[in-house]
């Protein structure tokens, strides 16, 4: 006969939740707030003294789980935390016993520790009323909650007053409150949610410890945060990002963020909020008003029956009148408010941000006013003459005070030319971050174009570049960085031939020191000889010079052959460098407007800045001659007084760099690893950085074609270029056909003499290479100068292909398209990327790395696959018979996805 036990009755009969965990610091907190409202059942090892006096505590042990099945009470809810693999020996029984009362469940994992379940998290999922927490790093007052890495930040922070990274400041953190963490387990398990099982119990924002600080700035303002160089140790931690994927493509779901019920990570730390106090002394409900019985017996008030005043219609009618009065009332000042809000959207659009601040304050002050009938109101019912989007009172609050604060952070970042304090300057940094999330939270509930236009998702990627702004800006010490100037109308892997170089350097926020030099000065004085690849050494010259110093596909290679032979050639070191094509420069004319240039008599704008500095400063030109210096200090020196006649040009500036950044005309490269890391992970670093997390069950394809104009003319001006990529799918393997077309058929063309590398995964082997429909024959390339140097050396006899399979495979040859003609290149390979271990069901994922200084170009990607599959998904195609055509323009790199299912 089975052993079964009961869970004693006492007078007022109680729900059972049964609790699981031995070491998580919130279950004292949560025994605490729950155990007079429920009886706990408590599966640990040993019971809790806070809650083992209690009638309505009970504790079982581990190894006594199986006994659950035999309960014949009917459990309500269950609360697991999976601390380690010890818990699997009762995790079993226990979700048994739980499915088979129909029990809530809610099921809490560290997020550092997720990898050790994701077994039970698919294999549970998909079951009825079941939930799954990912918990993040809990902070608060106690020593079960100061171990953490934030916990230890915010200690430093609040009792030191100053932070020291030393280049680990984007380590990862996931924080989250003793008291948020409590409601986000009482919102998901005795809440009615029905549409998502899988939560993340910490603040979408902050994600890194940099970022951490910047918002503890804000609660802390003589917060001190200093950066000194590192060891050199690169932090492994996986972002937030790389996290969120991972479980995406483990699990197939998407967990949800709870910060709309949170405080958020600044009021948990910096708070008065009686509600917080409420909740951290374990209180189920904020009591809102006293009872008779709570008043003393000499202080209650007595009444006696009197006669009326008014009669009842009057009273009636008393009542009707006043009410549509205050309905009205309400109404106009709601309008006002909504015209404000209007106003301000005008004044943002024209970045007049005093006038916009001016008209939300206008509404602020409205919104308080009325704040006592709107609550009311809403109590009473809605009104139908207001838009459903201001229908909810704290959101529209919400939102005027960030759009004050928008508004005062553009305004200071207006006056960013004049230099800022430290303090001004992190402090702004902090509020932009905090903008941007909590935008993003307001986003389904507020609808206006203000947010769309100035909080938006292209900017959320500069927000941890804005957070290494301090140090790039030389607020610690000086910077000092090597400005490249590109002319991409004659293309360079890198975007450019280098006509001319800069020097810049940064104090304390302001631009100290600038100078401009024609390249040719610089590489005059190298006296060291350093070995150029082969295709310079053979095409160009024996000598590596500064001009041509960007021949690797890796921007950031290139930059360090440029720094070196900058200091070689001036004795100087630098902290970065920075390369700006003339399509930057086009762009930033177009902006700021029409540009007078002295002694040239030409206003140059965005139609004429290209082809007035090709001919300028490349025309008839020789080495020693001073004009093309002349003439960029001169521009710069015009496009710097514009700059400072109109702070809103400030503004228009770095708008026009978020969009520079990823179509590769300006890049980036420094020397300190922790700045270069978020130009990396954010693909502004002109290098072949692949974003993508890995799972088995995908194939992950590269590809890219990089030209590089060998023939010292500008023949670039003239052409353009059109790109397709087919994949054929077949017997577990995949072959490619790259097609790159040339089209150089203007009348004023010149012979493009290039060099052009084809990029795809690694162990990737070259086929066919066929110029205009005609099949090449392939030779392996001469690339040892000795043999090509020598006086009797003749290239052999077909075309000469370069291979180097160093991470990625490159296939690299030299051709020309005459002028006035189009080419056509195709090259086929069978491709190196890995097939999927699952065939049922796969995504076949596409990189598409976009080169440095080209303009949009046509983008054709053809998908071929065998009989027997079908495509589940894919976005903006055309099917085909047994293919998937994708047609778009290629502005920056780009990820293509097509998942394909077995039929």
């Known amino acids: ?172 953190v996931f924080p989250i409150s003793v008291a948020d963490a409590i409601t986000g387990i009482h919102h998901i398990l005795f809440g009615s949610r029905k549409n998502n099982n899988f939560f993340y119990l910490f603040y979408s924002h902050p994600q890194t410890v940099i970022s951490a600080a910047h918002l503890l700035k804000r609660v802390e303002s003589d917060l001190s945060i200093d ?36 405080l958020g990570f600044e009021k948990s730390i910096n708070t008065k909020d009686q509600n917080l106090a409420y909740r951290q002394a ?46 009205i009332i309400h109404i106009i000042a709601m309008a006002a408010v909504i015209f404000e809000f209007k106003n301000a959207s005008s004044a943002f659009e024209k970045n007049d941000f005093s006038a916009a601040k001016k008209s939300i304050s206008s509404a602020r002050t409205l919104l308080s006013i009325i704040k006592p009938g709107i609550l009311l109101l809403g109590k009473l019912g809605t009104i139908p003459i207001i838009d459903a989007e201001y229908s909810k009172f704290k959101n529209i609050t919400d939102a005027s005070d960030l759009l004050i604060l928008a508004s005062d952070n553009l305004n200071t970042i207006q006056k960013v030319g004049s230099g800022l304090d430290a303090k001004t300057f992190s402090q702004t940094i902090a509020n932009i971050s905090f903008l941007y999330f909590e935008v993003e939270k307001l986003r389904t509930v507020i609808n206006t174009k203000i947010f769309d236009n100035y909080i938006n998702e292209k900017y959320s990627r500069l927000i941890s570049i804005g957070e290494q702004a301090l140090q790039i800006l030389g607020y610690d010490r000086d910077k000092t960085y090597l400005l490249l100037f590109q002319n991409n109308g004659e293309l360079r892997p890198n975007g450019g031939f280098i006509g001319s170089i800069g020097e810049a350097t940064f104090s304390k926020g302001k631009l100290s020191k600038f100078s401009i030099e024609d390249v040719y000065t610089g590489d005059g004085q190298l006296k060291a000889h350093v070995e150029p690849p082969y295709i310079v050494r053979r095409y160009l010259q024996k000598h590596l010079y500064l001009r041509d110093s960007n021949f690797s596909l890796d921007f950031e290679n290139s930059a360090s052959t440029a720094a070196l032979l900058y200091n070689l050639e001036t004795g100087k070191k630098v902290d970065g460098v920075i390369a700006i094509d003339f399509e930057a420069v086009r762009r930033l004319i177009k902006i700021l407007g029409p540009i007078d240039i002295a002694g ?26 001073s004009k093309k210096k002349e003439l960029l200090t001169s521009l710069f020196n015009k496009l710097s007084l514009r700059l400072e006649e109109n ?257």
């Open 282 to 327: 374990g209180q189920t409900t904020i009591p809102l008003e006293t009872s008779d019985a709570d008043i003393p017996k000499n202080e209650k008030i007595h009444s006696s029956r009197k006669t009326p005043i008014f009669s009842k219609k009057k009273l009636l009618f008393i009542f009707i009148f006043s009410f549509f009065v205050f309905i």
């Open 1 to 172: 006969m089975p052993e079964t036990f009961n869970i004693e009755e006492h007078t007022k009969k109680k729900p059972i939740l049964l609790l699981c965990g031995n070491s998580n610091p919130l279950i004292p907190v949560l025994l605490e707030r729950l155990r007079d409202d429920f009886k706990i059942a408590h599966v640990c090892e040993s019971s809790q003294e806070a809650a083992s006096s209690s009638e309505n505590y009970y504790r079982i042990l581990p190894d006594s789980s199986y006994l659950l099945n035999n309960l014949e009470d009917e459990i309500e809810y269950g609360l697991i935390f999976l601390e380690d693999q010890k818990d699997r020996k009762y995790i079993a029984h226990v979700l048994s016993k739980l499915k088979k009362d129909n029990a809530k469940i809610l099921i809490l994992i560290d997020i550092g520790l997720r990898e050790l379940f994701y077994d039970i998290l698919l294999e549970w999922k998909k079951e009825h009323n079941l939930f799954f927490g990912f918990l993040g790093d809990v902070f608060g007052e106690g020593p079960s909650f100061s171990t953490s890495n934030i916990a230890k930040i915010i200690r430093n922070a609040t009792k030191n007053k100053k932070i020291i990274f030393s280049g680990n400041d984007l380590t990862p």
């Open 600 to 625: 040239y008599q030409k206003k140059l704008d965005e139609n004429n800045t290209f082809e007035f500095l090709q001919d300028t400063i490349d025309k008839d030109f020789f080495p020693g001659t």
């Open 647 to 903: 702070p809103n040009n400030i503004y228009k500036t770095g708008q026009l760099v978020t969009e520079l950044l990823p179509t590769k005309h300006i890049l980036f490269a420094f020397n300190t690893t922790s700045i270069q890391k978020v130009f990396q992970v954010n693909s502004f670093s002109g290098g072949f950085y692949d974003p993508r997390i890995k799972n088995d069950n995908t194939v992950y394809d590269t590809f890219s074609v990089n030209e590089a104009n060998i023939g010292v003319n500008k023949a670039n001006i003239s052409l353009s270029r059109k790109v397709e990529y087919d994949v054929y799918f077949s017997d577990n393997k995949i072959n490619s056909k790259a097609t790159l077309l040339i089209l150089n058929s203007k009348p004023s063309s010149k012979d493009y003499l290039f060099y052009a590398r084809f990029i795809s995964p690694p162990q990737s082997g070259l086929q066919d290479i066929f110029l205009d429909g005609k099949k090449q024959t392939i030779t392996p390339a001469i690339t040892d100068f000795r043999i090509y140097e020598s006086k009797n050396f003749k290239p052999p006899d077909g075309l000469e292909v370069d291979r180097e399979g160093d991470g990625l495979q490159k296939f690299g040859f030299v051709t020309t398209t005459k002028k006035q003609t189009d080419q056509k290149i195709d090259v086929t390979y069978k491709n190196g990327a890995e097939m999927p271990k699952n065939l049922s069901l796969f995504t076949y994922s596409l990189l598409v790395v976009k080169q440095p200084g080209t303009e949009d170009y046509p983008f054709v990607l053809r998908f071929h696959y065998p009989q027997g599959y079908a495509p589940q998904e894919v976005e903006n195609a055309t099917l085909a018979e047994n293919m998937i055509i994708i047609e778009d323009t290629l502005i920056q790199d780009k990820e293509y996805k097509i998942k394909l299912i077995k039929r």
């Open 227 to 262: 950066f000194q160089e590192g060891n050199g140790e690169k932090d492994t931690s996986k972002s937030f990002s790389e996290i969120d994927e991972e479980i995406s493509s483990k699990l197939v779901v998407k967990p949800q963020f709870l910060d709309k019920y949170f």
